[in-house]
C-alpha cells in the first residue's frame, strides 16, 4: 500500500535551533518524495522534491531508501518556517500525489 | 506569477443538494486535479483530467462526483447529491505536465460545509 506517516502531529523549536521533519513512506517502487509548506493563510505550495536536489529556504531532504525516509531539515530555524508542512509521494506512472497528515512546526521566539 | 484560482471560497449546502466547485487552473498547465481535505485529516487525492477526460480517479471519487472543462479555461467539480460527510476543504491543482518530473500548482481551496 502507498502511504506517508509523518509521526510529529506539533513540532516546537526556538529560532536558532536545528529542524527535523520526519517522513517516513511505503511504496513498492521508486516514487518521487516532496515537502510541501503551508504557511498561515496560503495555499499549499511546493517547498521541495527529492528529484531536483535543491535547497529551498534552507532546508534539504534526503532520500533514504533504505529506511524509506525523506526528513526535511534545516540548520538553523527562522520564525517565519512555522507553518503546516507535508511530505508526499507521487508514484511512477501516477498522477496522484498522496500526502501524509502533516506537521505544524512552530519556531520558538 | 500566475496562480490557481477557486469560487466560491466557502460554500454552505444542505444535504441532498447539488454543488458545484470552480476553478481556473493556469493558462498553459494541461493536467487538473481535485483533492479534498476533510478537517483534521490528510489530503486526499480524488481525481485527475487531462485531454477533456478522466485519468486517473480515486475511490472517493464515485458516482455521485463528476469533473467538467466546460470551457477553456474554468474546471469544475460536481457533487451530484451532497451528503454531511462531504464536507471538506477542496483543493484544485494544475500542472504542464502529468507522471513523473512536475509540480503540481494549489488553488486556495473552497470549504464546502453540507448542513
Known amino acids: 500500500a502507498q502511504r506517508v506517516t509523518q509521526p510529529e502531529k506539533l513540532l516546537s523549536v526556538f529560532k536558532g535551533a536545528p529542524v527535523e521533519l520526519k517522513c517516513n513512506y511505503s511504496y513498492s517502487g521508486s516514487p518521487e518524495l516532496f515537502w510541501y509548506v503551508q504557511y498561515s493563510r496560503q495555499r499549499l505550495q511546493l517547498l521541495l522534491r527529492h528529484i531536483s536536489r535543491e535547497s529551498i529556504k534552507g532546508f534539504t531532504a534526503d532520500l533514504n531508501k533504505g529506511e524509506t525516509s525523506f526528513h526535511l531539515k534545516k540548520p538553523f530555524a527562522q520564525e517565519e518556517d512555522s507553518a503546516m508542512y507535508y511530505c508526499?509521494?507521487?508514484?511512477?506512472?501516477?498522477?496522484?500525489?498522496?500526502f501524509g497528515k502533516g506537521t505544524r512546526l512552530h519556531i520558538l521566539p | 506569477e500566475p496562480e490557481v484560482t477557486q469560487t466560491p471560497s466557502h460554500q454552505v449546502t444542505q444535504m441532498g443538494q447539488e454543488v458545484i466547485l470552480r476553478c481556473v487552473p493556469i493558462s498553459n498547465h494541461l493536467y487538473f486535479y481535485w483533492y479534498r481535505q476533510i478537517l483534521g485529516q490528510k489530503v486526499e487525492f480524488l481525481v485527475s483530467?487531462?485531454?477533456?477526460?478522466?485519468?486517473?480517479k480515486s475511490e472517493i471519487f464515485d458516482d455521485q462526483f463528476s469533473v467538467e472543462r466546460p470551457d477553456g479555461s474554468n474546471f469544475t467539480l460536481k457533487i451530484r447529491s451532497t451528503k454531511l460527510e462531504d464536507s471538506a476543504m477542496y483543493f484544485c491543482a494544475s500542472s504542464e505536465t502529468g507522471q513523473g518530473n512536475y509540480e503540481q500548482y494549489f488553488g486556495p481551496g473552497t470549504r464546502l460545509t453540507v448542513t
Open positions: 508526499a509521494l507521487s508514484g511512477q506512472g501516477d498522477d496522484k500525489i498522496i
Open positions: 483530467f487531462y485531454n477533456n477526460e478522466i485519468s486517473e
